[in-house]
């Protein structure tokens, strides 16, 4: 008789690639668990959150609508976080509740947000993209400047960037299986967006590119079908109605975001947060100098060689920064999905210009890696740095006097 275990499944065996994404990932977890001490945080929006998830701690959900009326009568609170940013607020209640009320507690979020991004990463690049370029893509991500410094902080920045490239392979898979589960998981990915912080939608084009990309190339008529419409819009109306279940008003959230543009005049984004549309990629320039020369060496590569997902990673990366650069919100912890795109991209165009010898590559990989370190030393441990716009990072950059 022929023996029983033959006919069961063999169990998946580890390769060498994805034995070392998982080195990568540990070790970029436990630096960012490690970089999540010594922060000294500001009494801005950092104090604001704190006090949002502290207040719901001690009142629970049914203090939500009296946060939200102490946000709307009082207009200097508009020009900090406003309480419709329940994918934030209600995650960092259950941190305070956990931890204890204050940033530190608030600031973990961010921190495990990114190791969820690294995980995510490199669960993404072990499946689509080759061995060597997804260990450098996983390596990059893992020691960007950008995310080991926004991770520190107790904002929601660093939570967002890993919604939005959470949403933008969801939309990417929807697009390729166009399954009911599909769509509800992109769905539900997008609800969370806009729940997280209401800028979501600058994130929008870069999230819809693969999207569309899928649907002009495999559809004769080359048009969006009606549940791709209904997976655009459908999310902000769900995001508006769990609001006005929040605040038991169905006007707060309207109300939250005339708030919220009332203050795009005010001093700090007008002085800090305007410029040239060149300025994002001159910022990410400063931050992450080696991941943004090397996705620029990628541009050029991709004009006669490069897949289909390398051009749509392009595209994204170019549309996750040109939104913010429109409505002058132009600081680099607003685009960290952008940087996660450009990282990806910087880690294929290395692989491609460097295929041989083996040693070599490795030399260029640790390069970056050690210019990353140095970067996030200089700015943030050193620095302190805690919104990367352009007049902070030149100062402690030491590149004005």
């Not at 419409?229 to 959230?253: C, E, F, H, Q, T």
């Not at 913010?324 to 952008?338: C, F, I, N, T």
Request: charged share 15%; net charge positive; hydrophobic share 55%.
């Amino acid at each position: 008789m022929r023996d029983v275990r033959t006919l069961l499944p063999r169990p998946r065996t580890w390769d060498l690639t994805a034995k070392t994404l998982a080195a990568v990932v540990l070790v970029g977890s436990v630096a960012r668990v490690l970089l999540h001490r010594g922060v000294g945080y500001s009494p801005a929006d950092e104090a604001v959150y704190a006090r949002y998830a502290c207040f719901l701690t001690q009142e629970g959900l049914g203090g939500y609508p009296a946060m939200v009326q102490g946000y709307l009568v009082s207009p200097e609170a508009h020009l900090y976080p406003s309480p419709a940013r329940w994918g934030f607020l209600l995650p960092g209640a259950a941190a305070s509740e956990a931890l204890g009320c204050g940033p530190a507690s608030i600031a973990w979020l961010s921190t495990l947000s990114g190791i969820a991004m690294l995980c995510v990463i490199a669960l993404f690049a072990r499946r689509h993209l080759p061995g060597q370029v997804a260990v450098i893509a996983t390596v990059f991500v893992a020691s960007s400047p950008l995310q080991l410094i926004v991770g520190r902080r107790a904002l929601g920045d660093e939570l967002l960037g890993f919604v939005v490239v959470l949403a933008w392979w969801a939309l990417w898979s929807h697009a390729r299986r166009g399954t009911p589960l599909s769509w509800g998981l992109a769905c539900l990915t997008l609800v969370l967006g806009f729940g997280v912080k209401e800028i979501f939608f600058l994130a929008m084009p870069a999230v819809v590119v693969p999207l569309l990309w899928e649907r002009w190339r495999h559809r004769p008529t080359r048009r969006v079908v009606a549940a791709d419409l209904a997976l655009l819009m459908l999310p902000v109306l769900i995001n508006g109605l769990i609001v006005a279940a929040l605040a038991r008003s169905w006007s707060a959230d309207i109300e939250m975001l005339q708030a919220i543009a009332s203050t795009t005049n005010a001093a700090y984004p007008a002085t800090y947060m305007a410029g040239p549309i060149h300025r994002l990629p001159v910022d990410l320039m400063l931050v992450s100098p080696a991941l943004t020369f090397l996705a620029l060496v990628s541009l050029g590569l991709l004009l006669d060689r490069g897949a289909s997902l390398h051009r749509i990673l392009a595209i994204s990366a170019l549309m996750g920064l040109l939104p913010y650069a429109v409505v002058d919100a132009q600081s680099l912890r607003l685009v960290v999905a952008a940087e996660t795109f450009i990282a990806i991209l910087a880690a294929w165009g290395l692989a491609t210009l460097l295929r041989t010898p083996r040693r070599l590559n490795t030399l260029a990989v640790g390069t970056v890696v050690v210019w990353n370190t140095w970067m996030v030393w200089t700015l943030s441990l050193r620095g302190e740095i805690y919104d990367p716009v352009t007049e902070e990072l030149v100062r402690i950059l030491g590149m004005t006097p």
